[in-house]
């Protein structure tokens, strides 16, 4: 059996939803990658007896490493590991070198502002320097300090915010009490395969043929997501099940080839961003507001093929700024194919750009007729040269879905007109 | 005591974060404005074993009521209904009225649709509509039904996809069974104030002379989270400890009065939308490729008073769609105020808007210079016949950070000119 892991996760604007947890899914994707089994994620609140309540759940379920993430700042509600010090039994005890470098980091950090007591800012920090005795202590990225305390359990102290956790995390997994704690881990590979367009229950049939046709399918561990139209089928297996996954690989394309964008997990923006490479691309959005250039920007580099982009939100906008014809929006509506290709014309001709997309929708919750409810939208893909690409979809769900959503069909359509499909 | 609950998160895509959790946070927040203390959030995968340990812990720390989400689908890693079954020691029933509903909604969704064969999807879908003994249903809002199993604890469970747990979850705190199971709740109250600009250690000291000086300060339950720059401080408390949040209050409005930007809990999205009524903004983009446009049209009637905007990424696009004069930029660089200030005015020209926000900076991870390091970012705020309001930061973190914090920056430089101050 491979090594297990749990991850607590304290903070009560995390609890409560006030802020978006990520150190739980990052630190579980780690673990994966180091082939440690990941059980359970647990969430509290910065309480300590709920803090403990969690470390003794995980302890009874019998994992071998406890990864925390918050509760190291410098305010009273910051109690992790204070508590994690009495689960392991451990007295807590001041660093007086760790606090000296503590203070030499808040010394750097205020020494251009006037405004800050620097004792009392020192006092507030002094806390973050009480580690348990006999603890393997983690450096400060910011200013807190993480800790490794050794045990059954052992348990790995970390920051909460992300920009401080994952690089100690790397500085963590080197120390001998985390290599320790997940000798045992076991060797697993996992895949990823990514379809557009299918519905969850097709492809559950398909798995259903599977379990039933694929030999070894049993020792492939297969998840499966929808989400905004893609589906996701990631596949964990140990090495030696690999022909039963190159048998569930070939019967997904055999079934579903013409739905499969991705088999090596690339996601439809790697793709793109790759296939732009040596063109220019510019984007005229209307009901996605900018959402797709800032999808498109996204990635460090976007500026060798990224022009620009018009956010045309009102009529004139389109009209002045596009050069969409006004009579073109009178007689076929602003949402419409003929103003979607108007509009991505106009973006190539603005930009000077190779290829424009260009999205115009009813994203709600007004503005939705009977022949154009709200969710319908339309989108044209136009390469200079080329004839324009052009699609019209409802669809489902709020404002905030349609405008997801529409900016993955855009970036799907974009992929398969770059591909020359 | 009030009223405890716990929320139990299944899927494993959501505990490998392949997906985020958006119902644990969402579901915390009804609790609360129900009065019902959330202690603990849970996550685990599709494995029926690991969430049956987590409905024991729940169990076994006393809660009310359990809320699960998710593993309803049609899908055979989908067990949450039986598993919950099991665990409250119920059968599992095959309701065919259920059933025949089910079958009616799959009728309505393939309809259109020729490549599905129904029956194998009737019957993967049959599965959905087995149920625990003497459970209450909640009737599907996609294809899948939720139930309430009254007990000690009560256990609710919800589907996965948001759209369908928040309908559905308005049904279900109406049904008599969750109803008495959190008959014991407390009233609280919640407040929120939002600072921008002050460090988290600042606050925390003034919270430190609150509790020195404010009587009562123990009955205030306060939370406080940094994000993006902008600090949120909320504190819970029944209703007979008013008088000592009005001390705090007017602690924190004496100490850090200019940072505060709200009291009432609304965003800064919320005012600046309330600001623009009667007026049309443009933007133009660099470094942050469309974020703020696509921030501005995120909320329901944004064309009311968003114009357009321009994400012009190369210099080309800033002289030729903003008439940016070439030599400014040659002088200056891309990423300057007198960029930022011919940007806005461009802006403010090409969309006849009544203000223009400009944001150029380095968002990383290449670009930077020892004069302008990544992270530099300049904005302007021009109003038509005022003069441009600028500012030029530099801000922590990675490509995404900068351009998240940004956008954030650039709102906050919006809401102050627009309030006049």
């Not at 109690?79 to 007295?91: K, Q, S």
């Not at 052992?154 to 997994?173: N, S």
């Not at 490479?277 to 959402?291: F, K, L, Y």
């Amino acid at each position: 059996m491979s090594a297990r892991a749990g991850i607590v996760v304290t903070g009560t604007e995390v609890l409560t939803g006030r802020i978006q947890d990520l150190n739980g899914p990052w630190v579980a994707d780690r673990l994966l990658e180091l082939g440690v089994e990941l059980a359970h994620i647990t969430i509290c609140g910065d309480r300590p007896a709920d803090i403990e309540a969690q470390l003794r759940f995980l302890a009874a379920e019998g994992v071998d490493l406890i990864v925390t993430s918050g509760g190291l700042g410098p305010t009273a509600d910051d109690l992790t590991v204070a508590t994690v010090a009495r689960f392991c039994g451990r007295d807590l005890v001041l660093d007086t070198e760790l606090e000296e470098r503590i203070a030499e980091i808040l010394r750097r950090l205020t020494a251009r502002r006037s405004d800050i007591d620097f004792d009392s800012l020192r006092a507030a920090n002094r806390k973050q320097a009480m580690v348990p005795a006999g603890a393997t202590i983690l450096e400060p990225v910011g200013t807190a300090p993480g800790v490794v305390v050794p045990g059954s359990p052992t348990v790995l102290v970390l920051p909460g915010p992300p920009r401080e956790l994952q690089p100690m995390w790397r500085t963590a997994v080197e120390t001998d009490a985390v290599r320790d704690a997940i000798a045992g881990r076991t060797e697993y590979r996992q895949e990823t395969v990514r379809m557009f367009g299918l519905p969850e229950s097709a492809l559950a049939e398909t798995l259903r043929e599977g379990e039933r046709d694929v030999p070894g399918f049993e020792r492939l561990e297969i998840t499966t997501c929808l989400r905004r139209g893609e589906l996701e089928i990631v596949t964990r297996y140990e090495p030696d099940a690999a022909p039963a996954y190159q048998d569930l690989l070939t019967l997904l394309r055999d079934r579903h080839g013409s739905m499969i964008f991705s088999e090596d997990g690339s996601l439809v923006d790697d793709q793109v961003a790759d296939l732009l490479s040596g063109r220019t691309i510019a984007t005229a959005e209307s009901c996605t507001g900018g959402m797709l250039s800032a999808r498109l920007t996204d990635r460090a580099g976007a500026s060798a093929y990224v022009a620009g982009g018009a956010v045309c939100y009102a009529d004139t906008a389109k009209v002045d700024l596009l050069g969409v014809p006004a009579d073109l929006i009178a007689t076929h509506g602003a949402v419409s194919e003929p103003v979607a290709v108007a509009m991505a014309d106009g973006a190539l001709r603005r930009f000077g750009a190779d290829v424009a997309v260009a999205v115009t929708g009813i994203a709600g919750p007004g503005g939705g007729t009977d022949t154009k409810p709200v969710g319908t939208v339309c989108f044209c893909v136009r390469q200079a040269g080329s004839e324009p690409v052009t699609r019209t979809v409802r669809l489902p769900g709020n404002r905030s879905d349609v405008r997801e959503r529409s900016t993955t069909v855009a970036m799907h359509l974009l992929r398969r007109a770059l591909r020359g499909a």
